[in-house]
């Protein structure tokens, strides 16, 4: 796997804080050995963690990309598939998915501060051990929920978005009152559907930085959801509403060229 790296952004809010917050964001680990980003985070003691989807590996993960209407798209989409199909299954032990590394993560990072994690794509059918191994580590996982946060004299609401059947409960967290923080795993269902509502900030992951970083500007390659050089596969966006992580792991064999995976490190002052 690539290099990780800590990205640092500072968020300037309407509140009184005595001290700036800090809070630790991860997302897409997808079952992958992430010992250095969790290193990073040790050395950064953040007040807060908070997790973004896909760090379980609980899905239907057999090639089906058969929905792409236009030929060609499909041909494409799919040779790319097929192929990481096949290299998944030489890559070394070291680097294929297992629990185990999330259990490792998890565990340590809920020792440094509370942790709260909101659920991805890949994550449609944890197993019951999953939730009694979140339960049992100190683990809040909020999906499609919301809870209150009291941390010193920060006082806020925050809300976990999975990709699906949120629109139940999405109304409720919307007409809470006070500073609003929302885990939401895919930033196209902030900016498709939240980009005006009353968010103070909303934290994404999903888009894998674009696979591959390419320019001066680090345009990501192929961003899952936006296409070619998507303008929202990693960084701030939204006057500081929108924080797009570029992820801790591949879930593809494929390298990731100029793209080094992150710890997002945030300061809220």
Not at 116 to 139: C, I, P, R, T, W
């Amino acid at each position: 796997m690539s290099k990780a790296v800590t990205t640092r952004y500072t968020v300037d809010t309407s509140l009184r804080l005595k001290r700036p917050v800090r809070i630790a964001h991860v997302s897409d680990l997808h079952e992958r050995n992430c010992d250095d980003i969790l290193s990073l985070m040790e050395q950064e003691k953040p007040d807060l963690i908070m997790v973004t989807g896909d760090t379980f590996e609980r899905y239907d993960n057999r090639p089906q990309y058969d929905f792409y209407r236009r030929p060609i798209k499909r041909l494409i989409i799919n040779t790319i598939h097929y192929t990481n199909f096949l290299l998944t299954k030489i890559e070394p032990k070291s680097r294929k998915a297992n629990v185990e590394n999330v259990h490792r993560f998890l565990s340590r990072a809920a020792r440094l501060a509370p942790v709260y994690m909101s659920l991805g794509n890949h994550e449609q059918k944890l197993l019951d051990e999953d939730y009694l191994f979140l339960a049992q580590n100190g683990v809040t996982l909020l999906e499609n929920a919301d809870t209150a946060v009291q941390l010193g004299d920060f006082s806020f609401t925050l809300g976990g978005m999975s990709v699906w059947d949120y629109e139940e409960w999405l109304p409720t967290f919307l007409s809470k009152s006070g500073y609003k923080i929302l885990l939401c795993h895919e930033p196209n269902q902030y900016i498709q559907e939240l980009v005006d509502q009353n968010i103070d900030l909303t934290l994404s992951g999903h888009t894998h930085g674009g696979q591959m970083r390419i320019g001066r500007k680090g345009m990501g390659f192929f961003v899952p959801g936006q296409g070619l050089f998507g303008k929202y596969a990693h960084g701030c966006f939204f006057d500081g509403r929108l924080i797009v992580s570029a992820g801790c792991a591949n879930t593809v064999a494929f390298p990731r060229p100029f793209n080094p995976r992150e710890l997002v490190m945030i300061e809220l002052r």
